[in-house]
């Protein structure tokens, strides 16, 4: 498995932007596509996002489209997401992901990935 380190999370009120990023190691990084999850509480954990291995296709949650975007440098191993014009509802624990499969295309379920990183907390007030 590989390891993942998320940073970038905080309180912002609704409006603001932020910028997570999530560090990968243990694993060829530039292989596998990877994506972002979030999870709010007493709410299962959703998909928010996701980037082919090889950066061509990306996928949005509708809820996110227009507003985030998600990108990768597989140079320096590191996914990003960057979150702009936020709610109050993207409140949630936001964590990276690696799909389990080498060349495998995005998937929203969260049964494809079997890395993930610990999470970091985005709390937006309104």
């Known amino acids: 498995q590989a390891q993942l380190v998320e940073s970038g999370g905080g309180l912002v009120q609704a409006g603001d932007s932020l910028r997570l990023s999530c560090v990968a190691s243990g694993r060829t990084f530039s292989t596998y596509s990877m994506s972002w999850f979030r999870q709010a509480p007493g709410k299962e954990r959703e998909f928010v996002a996701g980037?082919?291995?090889?950066?061509?296709?990306?996928d949005y949650a509708d809820s996110v489209k227009g507003r985030f975007t998600i990108s990768r440098d597989n140079a320096k191993n590191t996914l990003s997401l960057q979150m702009n014009s936020l709610k109050a509802e993207d409140t949630a624990v936001y964590y990276c992901?690696?799909?389990?499969?080498?060349?495998?295309?995005?998937?929203?379920?969260?049964?494809?990935?079997?890395?993930w990183g610990q999470g970091t907390q985005i709390t937006v007030s309104s």
């Open positions: 992901a690696v799909r389990s499969s080498r060349w495998a295309a995005i998937g929203r379920s969260i049964y494809g990935y079997d890395s």
């Open positions: 980037i082919s291995w090889n950066t061509i296709s990306t």
